[in-house]
């Protein structure tokens, strides 16, 4: 059975810092893209990162510059560096593993152009961003 951990959600001020961080097991498959997705109140789930299994690594241009996804070599784990956070970045933070569709696929879905019902989901963590 795959289960996927997110934590490292909280409450947090307008420009200040968090780390997310999710732990997966039970996913067999070497070869993977796992991603960030996040859904703020009355808006659509939407991707804003991912990793191939190949290293490469894509961020949403709502986040880029501020958002940076990155993985632990040697197991399936993902980590999203959240700086400068703003009001909008409040929302619940998923992530999510599929099977590996190719490198190019992931990149896009990183970047929010692929809309992907992924092959797992983590629980979610909450994000609160405030003035």
């Known amino acids: 059975q795959v289960q996927l951990v997110e934590s490292g959600g909280g409450s947090v001020q307008v420009g200040e810092s968090l780390r997310l961080s999710c732990e997966v097991s039970g996913f067999t498959y070497s070869r993977y893209c796992m991603a960030w997705f996040r859904q703020a109140p009355g808006k659509e789930r939407e991707a804003i990162a991912s990793i191939h299994s190949d290293g490469v690594t894509s961020v949403a241009e709502s986040v880029k510059g501020r958002f940076t996804a990155s993985r632990d070599l040697g197991k399936k784990s993902l980590h999203l560096e959240m700086n400068n956070l703003e009001r909008e970045d409040t929302a619940v933070y998923y992530c999510?593993?599929?099977?590996?569709?190719?490198?190019?696929?992931?990149?896009?879905?990183?970047?929010?152009?692929?809309?992907?019902?992924?092959?797992?989901w983590g629980q979610g963590t909450l994000v609160t961003v405030s003035s």
């Open positions: 999510a593993i599929d099977t590996d569709r190719g490198s190019p696929y992931c990149h896009e879905l990183g970047r929010g152009h692929i809309r992907n019902d992924m092959y797992a």
